[in-house]
T-cell receptor, first 115, second 111 residues
Framework: DAGVIQSPRHEVTEMGQEVTLRCKPI?????LFWYRQTMMRGLELLIY????????DSGMPEDRFSAKMPNASFSTLKIQPSEPRDSAVYFC?????????????FGQGTRLTVV | GNSVTQMEGPVTLSEEAFLTINCTYT??????LFWYVQYPGEGLQLLLK?????DKGSNKGFEATYRKETTSFHLEKGSVQVSDSAVYFC??????????FGKGNQVVVIP
């Protein structure tokens, strides 16, 4: 398996523009997570899907952020409009939920820079 | 809520030195505990895990023991190599498999 695939790897955009980050989880995994990593806050969980259904989006910072999972093999994280403080590395992770012993597999991340 | 605390600051040490990174946690119930490693420009990779009290996770010479009495999961390696230079994250998993991470520790191994 190719692992969790994220695109793009790097994104530079101007303030106010819409940004869409993409994630393809590992085939067969039923849980998907979006995390944001910054120097100040470390790794923050933004949203969590189980079987394509959003379970917990309490980490989504504002209404400018939205996430979808239309099917088991694809998810998007959208920021509209983007702001400089959204600059961070965004990670997608997937896992196979079975009990509490499962590990999460991470993608390589998307480094977002909003200027 | 669940949380993980890692020791402050980067860790710099010489090759073949002994490495310890402290991790303590706060959680309800009986979480699973993990150490993840992040190499430059990459995502996080699972290094080791433990799912119940007194379990010892080990991988690539690294070890950590799940200590319920001290709510700790300290990471150790007896002899580090330059290739071990990375950021190390302690994490716990709740009943919904959500991971709560510590802030991470940058480890720099000098030849």
């Amino acid at each position: 398996d190719a692992g969790v695939i994220q695109s793009p790897r790097h994104e530079v955009t101007e303030m106010g523009q819409e940004v869409t980050l993409r994630c393809k989880p590992i085939s067969g995994h039923n849980s998907l997570f979006w995390y944001r990593q910054t120097m100040m806050r470390g790794l923050e969980l933004l949203i969590y899907f189980n079987n394509n259904v959003p379970i917990d989006d309490s980490g989504m910072p504002e209404d400018r952020f939205s996430a979808k999972m239309p099917n088991a093999s694809f998810s998007t994280l959208k920021i509209q409009p983007s702001e400089p403080r959204d600059s961070a590395v965004y990670f997608c992770a997937s896992s196979l939920r079975r009990g509490v012993n499962t590990e999460a597999f991470f993608g390589q991340g998307t480094r977002l820079t909003v200027v | 809520g669940n949380s993980v605390t890692q020791m402050e600051g980067p860790v710099t040490l010489s090759e073949e030195a002994f490495l310890t990174i402290n991790c303590t946690y706060t959680a309800t119930g009986y979480p699973s505990l993990f150490w993840y490693v992040q190499y430059p420009g990459e995502g996080l990779q699972l290094l080791l895990k433990a799912t119940k009290a007194d379990d010892k996770g080990s991988n690539k010479g690294f070890e950590a023991t799940y200590r319920k009495e001290t709510t700790s999961f300290h990471l150790e390696k007896g002899s580090v190599q330059v290739s071990d230079s990375a950021v190390y994250f302690c994490a716990l998993s709740d009943g919904n498999n959500r991971l709560a991470f510590g802030k991470g520790n940058q480890v720099v191994v000098i030849p």
